[in-house]
């Protein structure tokens, strides 16, 4: 079982910043992909970024990159999401997923969090 836990959400203004932050329990956090999904109400869950197990690897939808960051720290058992000029659109609640096998908005992922609220005001 791996257990992740999401931090950092809150109220942010557009044109500001936030980091997103999803710890990981156990001892197997290099063996996974990582991706952050969003889910605003009455939408569909959406896939937002991956990072491959080193971390070399990046992938990122297209209505985030360039503006949302994501990284890792395996020492850590730790993933973020830095999110750079958020526009009220990025208001969602925000999920961590660890993905046994492949990467991306495709992946299939084994392991999700709670989530963490973020909500951007105009």
């Known amino acids: 079982q791996v257990q992740l836990v999401e931090s950092g959400g809150g109220l942010v203004q557009a044109g500001g910043s936030l980091r997103l932050s999803c710890a990981a329990s156990g001892r197997t956090f290099n063996s996974y992909n990582m991706g952050w999904f969003r889910q605003a109400p009455g939408k569909e869950r959406e896939f937002v970024a991956a990072?491959?197990?080193?971390?070399?690897?990046?992938y990122y939808s297209d209505s985030v990159k360039g503006r949302f960051t994501i990284s890792r720290d395996n020492a850590k058992n730790t993933v973020y999401l830095q999110m750079n000029s958020p526009k009220p659109e990025d208001t969602a609640l925000y999920y961590c997923?660890?993905?046994?096998?492949?990467?991306?908005?495709?992946?299939?992922?084994?392991?999700w969090g709670r989530g963490t609220q973020v909500t951007v005001a105009s």
């Open positions: 990072i491959s197990r080193s971390g070399a690897g990046t």
């Open positions: 997923a660890a993905a046994s096998v492949g990467m991306g908005p495709t992946t299939k992922y084994d392991y």
